[in-house]
């Protein structure tokens, strides 16, 4: 079935470094692959999509990759703050249908100060 | 921020009770969701309505029952409440048909602890 991973749980990094969280996709039909962040007792909120025509995408710290062939899709923060700690949740939707998102597991981003 | 809105925030209630929340969306989206979070953070789906008509059901107990009187509202009833009922449920909802907004927003979830 539709199945979405996300790797890693966990990730700790010092500020000012880079983080990088992946995703996997099974569904080939998969067409629109957003990015949430939740931080904690928040609801989770839209920081990046992107689209399969599209390869990559970048919104000044954050960027957003995409490969096709690979069903591979991630998350890259640079410079990273404190402020930058949450659980970020990777999805995979197709834009027809039910529309229906499929959400990976979670990374749970600590930046150390 | 209000787009999005949910009441009650919290409940708490007693195992076998029944009980409902209540989602209402001010953004003229014609797609909403019901979402539960449980206490590992999963975001799984449970049912989605366009224009008042359902159109995902997953694999949810019988006890849950959905109700959109209308495009902007779509409220959640729990019959015979279990414990394992206690999660976070997020309503979000979408705009369908227009590719330039795929994008669901959350509403700010309903904390559900049964005792």
């Known amino acids: 079935g539709e199945n979405v991973e996300q790797h890693p749980s966990t990730l700790s990094v010092q500020e000012g470094d880079s983080a990088v969280i992946k995703c996997t996709y099974s569904d080939s039909a998969s067409n629109y692959f957003p990015w949430y962040k939740q931080e904690l007792g928040k609801r989770p909120q839209l920081i990046i999509d992107i689209r399969s025509n599209v390869g990559e995408k970048k919104d000044q710290r954050i960027a957003v990759t995409l490969n096709k062939t690979a069903k591979h899709f991630s998350l890259h923060i640079t410079e990273t703050q404190p402020e930058d700690s949450a659980v970020y949740f990777c999805?995979?939707?197709?834009?027809?249908?039910?529309?229906?998102?499929?959400f990976g597991t979670g990374t749970r981003l600590k930046v150390l100060a | 921020d209000t787009a999005v809105s949910q009441t009650p925030k919290y409940l708490v209630t007693q195992m076998g009770n029944d009980k409902s929340i209540k989602c209402e969306q001010n953004?003229?989206?014609?797609?909403m969701y019901w979402y539960k979070q449980d206490s590992k953070k999963f975001l799984k789906i449970m049912f989605s309505y366009n224009n008042k008509e359902l159109i995902i059901n997953e694999t949810v107990p019988n006890r849950f029952s959905p109700k959109s009187p209308d495009k902007a509202h779509l409220n959640l009833h729990i019959n015979s409440l279990e414990l394992g009922d206690s999660a976070v449920y997020f309503c979000?909802?979408?705009?369908?048909?227009?590719?330039?907004?795929?994008?669901?927003?959350f509403g700010p979830g309903t904390r559900l602890t049964v005792l």
């Open positions: 999805a995979a939707s197709k834009t027809s249908g039910t529309y229906k998102y499929i």
């Open positions: 953004l003229g989206h014609d797609t």
């Open positions: 979000a909802s979408r705009r369908r048909g227009q590719t330039s907004t795929d994008t669901q927003y």
